[in-house]
T-cell receptor, first 110, second 114 residues
Framework: GQQVMQIPQYQHVQEGEDFTTYCNSSTTLSNIQWYKQRPGGHPVFLIQLVKSGEVKKQKRLTFQFGEAKKNSSLHITATQTTDVGTYFCFNAGNNRKLIWGLGTSLAVNP | EAQVTQNPRYLITVTGKKLTVTCSQNMNHEYMSWYRQDPGLGLRQIYYSMNVEVTDKGDVPEGYKVSRKEKRNFPLILESPSPNQTSLYFC?????????????FGDGTRLSIL
């Protein structure tokens, strides 16, 4: 069935370093959403990508949707301690089957 | 303030004692959903509702019931809880079930079944 693989599972960085998480699908995705969950918190919507090759920026965060719409990435430039949390990708696949990536947990050393 | 409210936030109970986790949203959203989140397994959908009186099973519905008598409320019922239902539960809502909009999550309910 349709799956989304998210890598890496964990990432530990020094404050100021960059961070990237990737979401890869074996099939074409209609869209992709990214969510952030702080420790002890709930998932919070960050952004949605719909178009092939789309790139969107939110301050230090850059989101990309692949040309083939099979992969996506979230890149954080110069991480801060406020970036700590788990980042999830999400797609409502064919027949509205919900597909969540397992998340990438980011830890930032001050 | 637009929000999804879940209660209780924490609950420790015993096997077999029926419990209900309430969920309410004030955004007039049509779509509501329950998830459980377990380490290494991510978010898994339990049940969802496209609108009032319309509910359907998600990926892991066994042992759970839901109802949607009013648009704003979507309670999750565990009629005979078992230890394997110990988990972190989230209620979520979305304007419509088109999945090109954000899902809004409650703060979560941490449930421990002894």
């Amino acid at each position: 069935g349709q799956q989304v693989m998210q890598i890496p599972q964990y990432q530990h960085v020094q404050e100021g370093e960059d961070f990237t998480t990737y979401c890869n699908s074996s099939t074409t995705l209609s869209n992709i959403q990214w969510y952030k969950q702080r420790p002890g918190g709930h998932p919070v919507f960050l952004i949605q990508l719909v178009k092939s090759g789309e790139v969107k920026k939110q301050k230090r965060l850059t989101f990309q949707f692949g040309e083939a719409k099979k992969n996506s990435s979230l890149h954080i430039t110069a991480t801060q301690t406020t970036d700590v949390g788990t980042y999830f990708c999400f797609n409502a696949g064919n027949n509205r089957k919900l597909i969540w990536g397992l998340g990438t947990s980011l830890a930032v050393n001050p | 303030e637009a929000q999804v409210t879940q209660n209780p936030r924490y609950l420790i109970t015993v096997t077999g004692k029926k419990l209900t986790v309430t969920c309410s949203q004030n955004m007039n959203h049509e779509y509501m959903s329950w998830y459980r989140q377990d380490p290494g397994l991510g978010l898994r959908q339990i049940y969802y509702s496209m609108n009032v009186e319309v509910t359907d099973k998600g990926d892991v519905p066994e042992g759970y019931k839901v109802s949607r008598k009013e648009k704003r409320n979507f309670p999750l019922i565990l009629e005979s809880p078992s230890p394997n239902q110990t988990s972190l539960y989230f209620c979520a809502s979305m304007l419509r079930a088109t999945f090109n909009q954000p899902q809004h999550f409650g703060d979560g309910t941490r449930l421990s079944i002894l």
